[in-house]
């Protein structure tokens, strides 16, 4: 599983929040969603210098949010100039939610680190199993 395989590799706690375990998304979203968060925490990986980080996966009244949030030193610190892989990273993230319909945010978190926030749609009553 890609959340145990980061805690293990990095040392970086990750508490994970699955709201909606009952989740059904055809699979090219869910393929495009696990890359999303993918790249998300190699970034926490790669730039933040975090202790901790959080993952969750809830439904809201915009559809279904996903949230990777570190305790790191921020989306500015970490960012780097434009064109680094920093940067690329977060492209790539955006045009993988622009293909899904859904709305891509990443900016800092209170208390201090990164949140990417990503919202997707989804039709009423879809998504959970009946």
């Not at 730039?47 to 915009?62: K, N, Q």
């Not at 500015?76 to 977060?90: Q, R, S, V």
């Amino acid at each position: 599983m890609l959340t145990a395989r980061f805690c293990v590799r990095t040392g970086i706690d990750l508490h994970v929040a699955n709201r909606m375990p009952q989740l059904h998304l055809p699979e090219a979203a869910e393929a495009e969603l696990f890359q999303i968060v993918h790249e998300a925490l190699t970034n926490i990986e790669r730039h933040s210098g975090a202790r901790h980080s959080w993952l969750s996966v809830e439904p809201t009244l915009a559809g279904l949010e996903i949230r990777v949030e570190d305790d790191g030193v921020g989306p500015a610190a970490a960012g780097g100039a434009p064109g680094e892989p920093a940067h690329h990273g977060l492209a790539i993230m955006r045009e993988r939610a622009q293909r899904l319909g859904a709305d891509l945010s990443v900016g800092p978190r209170a208390g201090g680190g990164t949140v990417v926030r990503c919202v997707l749609p989804l039709p009423q009553g879809a998504g959970a199993a009946a």
